[in-house]
């Protein structure tokens, strides 16, 4: 079946860009978390929307990051002006029940380059 | 404020021998551990994790991991390593928000032939 798909999966942009991460979750997957994987890492958490709403986005490193999942499915992650510290992979992960405490099927994530 | 530590960045082991891939945590109240492995060019994959129960947590592809209270520990175990095994691993915790993993910066796991 259909897993976690992730688009672009490689975005170089030029810093003060904008961009706009994809995330397609498993069909019907009421959770959806963001996470951002610097070089030699482990993921750290952005943002977590359960359906349509985002109950927790307290890892959003500034104003510049803006992620949305208006219909409880598709969810977009936009990073405004960027800087070269957002150079990352930002990974996508959907669970079919609510909160972080089961298992999460992750993306293969975008890597984005920021010049 | 939860944390996970994953004190080797890289552990061997010869095929066929045993593997430990060690991690520990520190919370307050009860700990939500989980362990995900990353193969080459694919997606984190859950392996397994521990809420409450017994202390050894079986998981896929053979893998097992035993939960210490006292040593606040959470180590992955194998009793006979297959060079697929080869991978890198992260421990995780759940954070003290209801919605957060709190994750380690992952052990490579190299098993040799």
């Known amino acids: 079946g259909a897993g976690v798909s992730q688009s672009p999966r490689y975005k170089v942009a030029k810093r003060g860009q904008d961009v706009a991460l994809r995330c397609d979750p498993i069909s019907g997957h009421v959770s959806l978390f963001w996470y951002q994987q610097a070089l030699g890492q482990g993921p750290e958490f952005l943002t977590y929307f359960q359906n349509e709403a985002q109950l927790d986005k307290s890892g959003l490193p500034s104003d510049r990051f803006f992620a949305e999942r208006p219909e409880g499915s598709v969810s977009t992650l936009k990073i405004q002006r960027t800087q070269q510290e957002d150079s990352a992979v930002y990974l996508c992960?959907?669970?079919?029940?609510?909160?972080?405490?089961?298992?999460?099927?992750f993306g293969p994530g975008t890597r984005l380059t920021v010049t | 404020a939860q944390s996970v530590a994953q004190p080797e960045d890289q552990v061997n082991v010869a095929e066929g021998n045993p593997l430990t891939v060690k991690c520990t945590y520190s919370?307050?109240?009860?700990?939500?551990l989980f362990w995900y492995v990353q193969y080459p060019n694919r997606g984190l994959q859950f392996l397994l994790k521990y809420i409450t129960g017994d202390n050894l947590v079986k998981g896929s592809y053979g893998f097992e991991a035993e939960f210490n209270k006292s040593q606040t520990s959470f180590h992955l175990k194998k009793p006979s390593a297959l060079v697929s095994d080869s991978a890198l691993y992260f421990c995780a915790v759940k954070g003290d928000s209801n919605y957060q993993l709190i994750w380690g910066a992952g052990t490579k796991l190299i098993i040799k032939p």
């Open positions: 992960a959907s669970s079919s029940y609510q909160g972080p405490s089961y298992e999460q099927y």
């Open positions: 919370v307050s109240g009860n700990p939500y």
